[in-house]
């Protein structure tokens, strides 16, 4: 604007007065023109409709974006077309749908003679899309089973579970639209809220949903019992003499070691047990491999409280003579 303002400064009076004559004339033609122009009839553009899909909500719920626009082509004078391309005055049109989880889809078809209607002021030519789509789903009520979430670093190294998980309720009833219910496969996970637990575990949690899924589903219970014991496994390291068993007469290991190095993890409430135990290294001659002629180390017996067993050497090669 500076510029332009220099520019008329530098002009001489009656230069500058003639060329405000020049440029009002134009204005004025044009605005004449323009006035004249939208005055006229049957003008054709495309715009935007705002629609709304209306529905029971106490029995349906939308599980994605629902169209909030339809585009439409209208003919009509050019003051009204005008007002419509910039919304003013302009109502949204009602879609009502009285069973939306049959199909997710509506054929634009079918809501023309309503729609012409709407818009009466305007003539709509046609509807540029043929058909909405929408995911509108079904609420139900379903009871499915709490699960805990053991995934992550639950127990502690060298500790496992020395009883069942028990959760008091067993299940919860879960409430919101069916495919979202079926995303969580019968079951909801409770998260313990530690890691690395070592004693006895007995705590009231509450009962989650993802951000996600939370936008969709409610949950009648808030919170669950969770409560299991825990076992310490110790660590052992013996020496145990080899035994042979069903060893053929001209069968023999290719090795002088008579002894292994077993390394173990037992319970430490059944210690008491296991100090009672008479262990043995056995290589069974009826266990090898007989693809490379090895044989492995195991023990004679293996109670269930004992775990993570190790030998040292694991296997031995078989000789025949």
């Not at 009656?14 to 003008?43: E, G, I, M, P, R």
């Not at 009509?76 to 939306?100: A, C």
Request: aromatic residues 8%.
């Amino acid at each position: 604007m500076s510029a332009l303002g220099d520019y008329f400064r530098k002009l001489k009076p009656q230069k500058t007065s003639n060329l405000k004559v020049v440029v009002l004339c134009v204005f004025t033609a044009s605005t004449f023109w323009l006035l004249n122009a939208l005055n006229k009839d049957n003008y054709t553009t495309t715009v935007n409709q705002p629609v709304v899909i209306e529905y029971d909500t106490e029995e349906y719920m939308a599980v994605a974006d629902v169209p909030r626009e339809i585009r439409i082509s209208i003919n009509g004078n050019g003051w009204d077309l005008l007002k419509r391309h910039f919304k003013i005055g302009v109502t949204e049109f009602k879609i009502s749908l009285d069973e939306p989880s049959r199909q997710p889809f509506i054929l634009t078809s079918s809501i023309e003679p309503q729609l012409s209607e709407h818009i009466s002021s305007t003539n709509l030519v046609d509807i540029v899309q043929d058909t909405l789509f929408y995911e509108i789903d079904k609420i139900v009520s379903k009871r499915i089973q709490l699960v805990a979430d053991t995934t992550e670093n639950t127990l502690a190294e060298n500790h496992d579970y020395a009883s069942d998980i028990a959760i008091e309720p067993q299940t919860v009833m879960v409430r919101g639209p069916i495919s979202i219910i079926e995303r969580l496969e019968g079951e909801l996970r409770v998260s313990l809220g530690e890691q690395n637990i070592r004693d006895d575990f007995s705590k009231l949690l509450p009962l989650e949903l993802s951000r996600e899924l939370g936008r969709f589903l409610a949950l009648e219970e808030e919170t669950a019992q969770v409560s299991f014991q825990v076992d310490e496994y110790l660590e052992n390291n013996l020496q145990l003499e080899i035994q042979k068993l069903y060893f053929p007469n001209n069968v023999s290991i290719s090795s002088d070691i008579t002894e292994v190095s077993v390394n173990l993890f037992v319970r430490e409430s059944s210690m008491e047990d296991f100090e009672k135990l008479e262990l043995e290294a056995i290589l069974n001659y009826n266990n090898r491999n007989r693809e490379d002629s090895t044989i492995s180390v195991s023990l004679n017996t293996e109670p269930e409280y004992i775990r993570d067993i190790t030998f040292e050497p694991e296997n031995f090669r078989l000789s025949y003579e």
